[in-house]
């Protein structure tokens, strides 16, 4: 049976009971038969945890509502890319093409439906200012999934990937059928890459918060 070390006599008794920390060493108990550190040992484990996932410094993060928003920024940014992949590249003209939007071949030109008739517009304009401001809707999905994970005290990776599909199953995918049902063109093509990318975005944001305490 290993003695405890005494943490408080000096630097060497520390290391040494660190380096024993970290190769598993631990005392039974006699009485109870149960594996437990030794006295001084709690702070060492601590410690060596903090040091060796870097988790000392993701506890010290901003939080609000207990909720870290270093994982908050890079959740919002994991989602950003999932819509600029779904929306940008894989499914663009699919979706462009279900909602009533035409670019011309050089895409530099777009057209849609107005009530005044087909309405053309040439260039970006403003429309990079909106694409800036639509970095605030993954921003705020990515603090609700955050909050929501931590008041069901998940923080594993399979836990959160399976929070985050049925929460997008039951929440995000209904939303999105509204204008599938309501428009007047009731396109399935553009309900199918919105749903999609609800999903995707809903579990790529849960995994990317798994990470945060």
Same mark, same amino acid.
């Given at each position: 049976?290993? $003695?405890?070390? $005494? ?7 520390? $290391? ?13 108990? #006699? ?83 107005? #009530? $005044? ?31 929501? +994970? ?10 959160? #990937?399976?929070?985050? +599909?049925?929460?997008?199953? +039951? ?23 919105? #749903? ?18």
């Amino acid at each position: 049976m290993l $003695d405890p070390i $005494d943490v408080g006599q000096g630097g060497r008794n520390e $290391d040494a009971a660190l380096a024993r920390c970290r190769h598993g060493v631990f005392r039974r108990s #006699a009485i109870e038969g149960k594996l437990h550190a030794p006295r001084g040992w709690a702070t060492l484990i601590a410690r060596w945890i903090q040091n060796e996932t870097g988790q000392g410094r993701i506890m010290h993060m901003p939080r609000l509502a207990n909720v870290n928003l270093l994982g908050v920024l890079l959740a919002a940014i994991a989602i950003y890319f999932v819509g600029f992949l779904w929306y940008g590249l894989l499914f663009s003209e699919a979706y462009m093409n279900g909602i009533g939007v035409f670019f011309n071949e050089a895409g530099d030109t777009v057209r849609w439906l107005e #009530a $005044d008739g087909i309405s053309t517009r040439t260039g970006m304009g403003e429309e990079g200012a909106w694409m800036a401001a639509g970095f605030l809707i993954p921003l705020v999905l990515s603090f609700g999934l955050g909050y929501f +994970l931590k008041t069901q005290a998940i923080s594993s990776i399979g836990g959160a #990937a399976g929070f985050g +599909l049925v929460l997008s199953l +039951l929440v995000g995918v209904p939303l999105m059928a509204y204008g599938l049902v309501y428009s007047p063109w009731h396109s399935w093509p553009a309900f199918l890459v919105d #749903a999609s990318h609800t999903v995707v975005s809903f579990v790529a944001g849960c995994i990317v918060l798994s990470f945060f305490d």
